[in-house]
DNA sequence: ATTTATGCAAATCGTTTGCAAACCT
DNA sequence: AGGTTTGCAAACGATTTGCATAAAT
């Protein structure tokens, strides 16, 4: 992770009168390295630290805005940075047979699409978006391989 | 709910050697009429049955394809009947506040260059999508005058 | 020194399951 | 009768929380 992405970070929880502690850098590392929504057990296993203080450092991120939960399909929770840190607007896949996320983009034509939907929706009912999300459901390569849908959430 | 539909999940139901118990068809009837997804607690409110059984049935239409489990924000898992029973293909307004979940429906245009993006992915990447699901994330209008995000599930 | 973060173990709460009684065919 | 479904109460498991210690400012 860059030293300019821990200066925002940073700055970010400063302001929330949270410290960027060791732990939470760790997380946020581990979080940066994978590329892609973690579990919080996969969290706690990458980066070294107790299963409590990983919920809780979590949550404090997610209030700061620099940690996002993603919904997936199983029965497990997932967490990745903001997108505002990472500059790069993205979509999920999301593997029914495993339960992993993945990350993936479209066109500008389609964002396009659903922003112009979201204000429609704005101005026709009293709901107030403030963003989407677009999942695709499906198979990931591993699962169609393998044949079903045994585990690996290491 | 109408005969015809009844008709169909019976049939989808004996398919999978399972039987339209009356407990079932009440879970049906509580869906039906409140044309959103529901959780499992006013599900529970409204078909008059015993909370295991609830969690029971809802497993068992789900397993047969005529009950689908809705992802919200919150922790409570929702239910809806299958689009193909209702014939209408929706997407989901989901409150930040409350956590309710409502249906609403977008361009046909929209829902082609959605397609196509499944298609994309499906065709630059292992994976194999199923279905979409597009999310608009927001306050509805109870909550935004309410002030904030006071619970009401019943 | 005082406030905040950590780890452990216990609690929480939506959901699942074991079991005996009620139900359907 | 034979197999299924039901309701109750107990079990489960991901997440949260209480509390004493360690760390940060």
Redo the contacts with the bound molecule.
């Keep these: 992770m860059s030293d300019e992405l821990d200066q925002t970070i940073s700055t970010r929880l400063r302001e929330a009168?949270?410290?960027y502690?060791?732990?939470?850098r760790a997380l946020v590392a581990a979080l940066t390295a994978a590329g892609r929504p973690l579990?919080?057990?996969e969290v706690v296993g990458a980066g070294g630290?107790?299963?409590?203080?990983a919920?809780?450092?979590?949550?404090?991120l997610e209030t700061c805005g620099v940690v996002l939960r993603v919904a997936g399909t199983d029965?497990?929770?997932r967490f990745e940075l903001a997108e505002d840190l990472t500059d790069h607007h993205h979509h999920h896949l999301i593997c029914t047979g495993c339960g992993r996320v993945t990350d993936f983009t479209v066109s500008d034509d389609l964002e396009r699409s659903l922003e112009s939907a979201m204000d429609t929706v704005a101005s026709s009912t009293g709901f107030a978006p403030d963003h989407h999300r677009l999942d695709l459901l499906g198979r990931c390569a591993t699962c169609r391989t393998t044949g079903d849908g045994s585990e690996d959430r290491s």
Tied chains: 1, 2.
Excluded: I, M, P
């Design positions: 009168d949270q410290r502690t060791s732990g939470r579990t919080a057990a630290l107790a299963q409590s203080s919920y809780r450092n979590l949550a404090v029965e497990f929770a």
